[in-house]
C-alpha cells in the first residue's frame, strides 16, 4: 500500500513481507521515519536503524506483515503526531524460525498507532483482534477502515490458512488454492463492540473463500 500523508507531503508505504510502514519525505526523498519491530537492521539494513521508531507506553505490541495504513484523524490536536489505522497480520510475529509464534497460537488485529514525529516515538492507542485468538487470525491479506460517521472500524482478517479447520502458515500452498482460504469480515465499536460480522468459507467449487479489502458501502 501506499498512502499520501498530504500534511506533511509524505508518502506513506507499507511492505508487509518486511513488516515496515515507511514515511518518506517527496520533497526530498529521504526517509522521516520507519514503523515496525526491530529486527533484521544488521549488516547492510544498519544504516536504516536511525529512522527506526521507538515504543513508548503499556500493552505496546509490533505490527508483522501488515496491510492497508489508514490515517486517521488529528484526535489530539498536536501537529507533532500522526495516527495509523492498519491490520496487524501477526505472520510468525518474528523473522527467526525458532522464535515464531505456532498459527494455532496466533492472532490478528486491528491496531491504532501514534507516532510522534518529533520524538520519533510510538504509541499503541487501540487494538481488536488478541481476543479473539486464531478465530480471526489470517496469516496474510486484510484491510481496516474508519468509519468516520460512526468512528467504527471495519476489519478484513482476509487470508484464514486452515485444515482440518485449525489454523496453519502455509502461504504458498494457499495461494495455490491447495489449502482452504477462509476469511472473517468485523465491523467493532471503539469500545471493541461487534458490530457485524461476516464469515467466508470454502464451498464445493473452491477451498479459496479470502478477501482483501473491504469496504462498507450505502445502498
Known amino acids: 500500500a501506499a498512502v499520501y500523508d498530504e500534511d506533511d507531503n509524505a508518502l506513506i508505504v507499507s511492505s508487509p513481507i518486511q513488516s515496515e510502514v515507511v514515511s518518506i519525505d517527496l520533497e526530498t526523498e529521504e526517509i522521516n521515519w520507519i514503523l515496525g519491530p526491530h529486527e533484521g537492521y544488521e549488516g547492510s539494513s544498519e544504516y536504516l536503524a536511525e529512522y527506526l521508531l521507538t515504543a513508548v507506553g503499556d500493552d505496546f505490541e509490533w505490527q508483522w506483515c501488515q496491510h492497508a495504513p489508514m490515517i486517521l484523524p488529528d484526535f489530539d490536536n498536536d501537529p507533532d503526531t500522526i495516527d495509523i489505522l492498519l491490520l496487524d497480520n501477526g505472520q510468525n510475529k518474528s523473522y527467526d524460525e ?6 494455532a497460537d ?8 501514534r507516532i510522534n514525529q518529533k520524538t520519533m516515538t510510538v504509541e ?3 487494538e481488536y483482534g488478541e481476543e479473539r485468538g486464531s478465530d480471526c487470525y489470517a496469516t496474510y491479506l486484510g484491510d481496516a477502515d474508519y468509519l468516520y460517521e460512526t468512528g467504527n472500524r471495519l476489519l478484513c482478517f482476509g487470508g484464514q490458512l486452515r485444515v482440518d479447520g485449525e489454523p496453519v502458515d502455509d502461504i504458498i500452498s494457499g495461494v495455490l488454492g491447495n489449502t482452504v482460504t477462509n476469511s472473517r469480515v ?8 461487534v458490530v457485524y460480522e461476516v464469515a467466508v468459507h470454502e464451498n ?3 477451498l479459496s473463500a479470502e478477501t482483501y ?3 462498507r458501502l450505502d445502498l
Open 204 to 206: 464445493e467449487y473452491s
Open 98 to 103: 525458532e522464535g515464531a509464534t505456532d498459527a
Open 124 to 126: 499503541q492507542i487501540w
Open 213 to 215: 479489502q473491504t469496504e
Open 186 to 193: 468485523v465491523e467493532v465499536s471503539e469500545d471493541g463492540d
Open 106 to 113: 496466533n492472532y490478528s488485529r486491528g491496531v491504532q498507532y
